[in-house]
């Protein structure tokens, strides 16, 4: 018997549709709901402006800890309770927290979608913040931060953070906070955080099969008991890229490997050059074939792996290529790294090189909005952003009908190879002379 067979050839590509969504205003909040027919697990994601940049200074990570208590009881069930009515309805809870909101997420078979969306608002609205509770689950956070911190990385992202966005306030520091914020978080913190930012009824978004579901049932479960107006959104950051390069060097010694972390502001998520600046990052980052793994890492093997993209969120964004390299090679891999990015900026993209680019952020478009999970985070970014809705329909058609001169107009537009600040965690004695031809040198001495 043969084990060798013949490989499949790809087959006629399927038309995409994302589904049509459904808007109901109803007990003071409103209700996004997108339709899959016979999709049995539903879920349902209560979205509220409580994100991380409306944290105090200081305490940064106030938002992460009242996220992970959340399921530590409500002032009407202990956990032990809580978590029996959920698992009696096999649903399950998610909460997080990112720069735009505060989102909690929960997941049930579709007819038991309202009695889960209930316990999901309780956790939400009333709970139980039992301040022994809170205290031990800022502790673990604050441990979980402490051994992160320890490893290569986290110190180098809040340098480039703190650099790129340090006249912003709350944007200049971690989403979730460093161990030192969030140790200095205290129980009246989280209860002040959640009086003033989760009462408010927020956007309620739904997706799976629809028939049998009663959206405003669905709203009041969500809504119930909360009040006030939404809040004025703040207009975007302004964005400013410096003249020329700054370089950051986070001592670490004794490191064998030194991590870089390159980048620059950027526009936010609402740009209308989103999908051009998405594929040029994918030619130069983005890809396991993109232009920097090929010469950084087959090349010149000096790296595992390397990736460039953008990161945006409603305000702002930034451009960010991040990768370890050994101690021995960190000035080469410097400058070869700014070179083809340089030459991107410079040259744009190739026909071939776009194709490849094309081809995989469309399908992975596609792949990825199979579940209501994945549709809900989609219908999210569409309401945090101000998109309509029409956008993830038309998104997979603009990934494919991209030419090479967008593409290569938004690398020029949007990368600045002279305004990078560059971020590097490693052995100071070994790599700081080799740091300083890159630009300005300075030290940057980041909490672990």
């Keep these: 018997m043969s084990l060798v067979t013949t490989r499949p050839e790809p087959g006629t590509a399927r038309p995409y549709a994302f589904p049509a969504l459904r808007r109901v205003t109803a007990h003071g909040g409103t209700v996004v709901a997108a339709h899959l027919p016979g999709q049995v697990l539903a879920t349902a994601v209560l979205l509220l402006d409580a994100s991380a940049a409306r944290e105090s200074p200081g305490r940064e990570g106030t938002a992460t800890v009242l996220a992970k208590s959340l399921e530590e009881g409500t002032k009407k069930r202990d956990s032990a309770a809580y978590a029996l009515a959920l698992e009696g309805l096999g649903a399950e809870l998610s909460p997080s927290v990112d720069w735009d909101a505060f989102r909690i997420g929960v997941s049930a078979p579709a007819p038991l979608l309202v009695g889960a969306l209930r316990l999901a608002a309780e956790a939400a609205r009333t709970p139980k913040l039992d301040p022994e509770d809170v205290i ?68 309620l978004l739904v997706a799976g099969d629809l028939d049998g579901l009663d959206l405003s049932e ?55 050059d989103y999908v ?45 290529v991040a990768a370890g390299v050994q101690t021995a090679v960190t000035g080469p891999a410097v400058k070869d790294t700014l070179g083809e990015i340089r030459r991107t900026q410079d040259e744009g993209v190739t026909e071939e090189e776009l ?29 945090v952003h101000g998109l309509p809705d029409n956008y ?30 560059l971020v590097v965690e490693g052995d100071g004695e070994k790599i700081r002379e080799d740091l300083s031809e890159f630009g300005d040198l300075s030290e940057a001495f980041v909490t672990e």
């Design 218 to 272: 669905l709203a009041e479960a969500a809504f119930a008991g909360t009040g006030g107006e939404a809040l004025t959104l703040d207009a975007p950051l302004t964005l400013a890229v410096p003249a020329k390069p700054h370089v950051i060097l986070v001592d670490r010694p004794g490191s064998v490997q030194s991590t870089l972390r390159l980048g620059h502001r950027a526009p936010e998520r609402a740009t209308p």
């Design 392 to 421: 993830y329909e038309t998104l997979r058609k603009e990934y494919l009908e991209a030419t090479v001169e967008q593409v290569s107009e938004a690398a020029s537009k949007h990368l600045a190879v002279d305004g990078l600040t």
């Design 276 to 320: 051009p600046m998405t594929l040029a990052a994918t030619v130069l980052g983005g890809a396991f074939t993109s232009r920097l793994n090929h010469l950084i890492r087959e090349v010149k093997g000096y790296t595992y792996g390397i990736r460039g993209s953008y990161a945006m969120t409603r305000r702002a964004g930034r451009f960010e």
């Design 136 to 203: 031990r689950v800022r502790d673990d956070e604050v441990t979980a931060l402490r051994m992160d911190w320890a490893q290569p990385g986290p110190r180098a992202d809040a340098a480039l953070r703190g650099d790129l966005f340090g006249a912003e306030g709350r944007y200049s520091k971690p989403l979730h906070g460093d161990p030192a914020s969030v140790a200095a978080v205290t129980v009246d913190d989280v209860l002040a955080f959640h009086q003033q930012w989760m009462l408010r009824p927020g956007v």
């Design 355 to 383: 194709a490849v680019a094309r081809s995989w952020r469309a399908g992975q478009l596609s792949v990825e909005m199979q579940t209501p999970g994945a549709i809900a985070g989609a219908m999210a970014s569409m309401v």
